[in-house]
């Protein structure tokens, strides 16, 4: 039988991916709360940007390199932190730190991965990031953080925008709960697994709803940054304030997210909101976004408006279902080859060049 071409775009690779996993992983996966206005929000922001090029700038071969958290990489996009992997491929989030390795990236591995922390560290050399939640019992969170530390991760992400679940309704039709097989590989007894499911929930709502702290304030992080001693960036933030009261509490970086519009529907659009974001921060601590980036020509609008970095989520995991380790690590190679081409013809020598004059708002 004949091998299908690789997909092309992300169009071909989502579509590539929905046609081997069962629906109910495909809308796990696909899915955003509610009506799903925030999800296509995220999408959108980046349509309502164009670029304003520079000619004759002789920008030759582009770097794309950026220094973050004392690591270079190879380039500026990043690998978002996305649970239970193994629910699209069997090797899970092992292939996956495989491929940003390859690619001179970093992955983040979630607290809720189907790998355990210190079984992705061995998987792979290279820099790596571990996200966090805050769990009720202050002991699990604790240990989990003693166990990134130790196995040599070089941050950690602290997810603040979950105090409880976002209702995704997609997974609530489903009743959807891990496979058989699946679990939680970074917890220890029934937090393994997400359990029975209750009729109108889901198998992850009692799960999060059960076990996540919905009580966290900021003194929660200044606990986690005197604990760590590793940097921590704080992911979640659509707001120029609470950007500026992570800084106020320790954090090393934040990252504008709305959760992939998996969390409180009809919010911002992580790019709409980037630049008071960035004013905010004021160049003190770097700033990275997801939400909507498909494209090496996202990555690029993003960078524009002072953005250091951008993670991708669902496109990878689209590539982990439909090619495994090779297909994140081309999905990466495609991407950096998007964002070396745009940068030539926008005249952008390095990632530093890019700045907002090179775009203009629609509208």
Known sequence: MAVP?????????????????????????????????????NRAAYLGWRFRYRVLAGSGEPDLGVDLMG?????????APTAVQRCVHPEGELATARAAARAGTVFIPSTLASCS??????????????????????GVTADLVDRAVAAGYRALV??????????????????????????????????????EVVPGDSGLDQYVNARLDPSLTWADLEWLVD???????????????DAASAMEGGAAGV???NHGGRQLDSAVATLDVLPEVVDAVAGRV????????????????????????VLVGRQYVWALASGGETGVYDLLQALAEEIRVGMTLLGARGVADLRPDLLARLG
């Open 5 to 41: 071409p690789p997909p092309v775009g992300p169009d071909e690779l989502e579509e590539r991916a929905r046609g081997l996993l069962p629906k109910t992983i495909y809308d796990y996966i696909a899915g955003g709360a509610e009506d799903e206005v925030t999800l296509a929000a």
């Open 71 to 79: 690591s270079h990489l190879s380039l500026p996009v990043l690998l």
């Open 117 to 138: 922390l210190e079984a992705v560290a061995q998987a792979a050399p290279g820099d790596r990031w571990f996200q966090l939640y805050v769990y009720a019992d202050r």
């Open 158 to 195: 602290l997810t603040v925008d979950l105090p409880v679940l976002g209702r995704r309704e997609r997974d609530l039709r489903n009743a959807f709960t891990l496979p058989e097989g699946v679990d939680y590989a970074n917890l220890a007894g029934p937090a393994r697994r997400t359990g």
């Open 227 to 241: 604990r760590a001693g590793i940097p921590v960036l704080v992911k979640g933030v659509v707001r120029g304030d």
């Open 255 to 257: 990252i504008v997210s």
């Open 286 to 309: 770097p700033v990275l976004i997801d939400g909507g980036v498909r494209r090496g020509t996202d990555a690029l609008k993003a960078l524009c408006l002072g953005a250091v970095g």
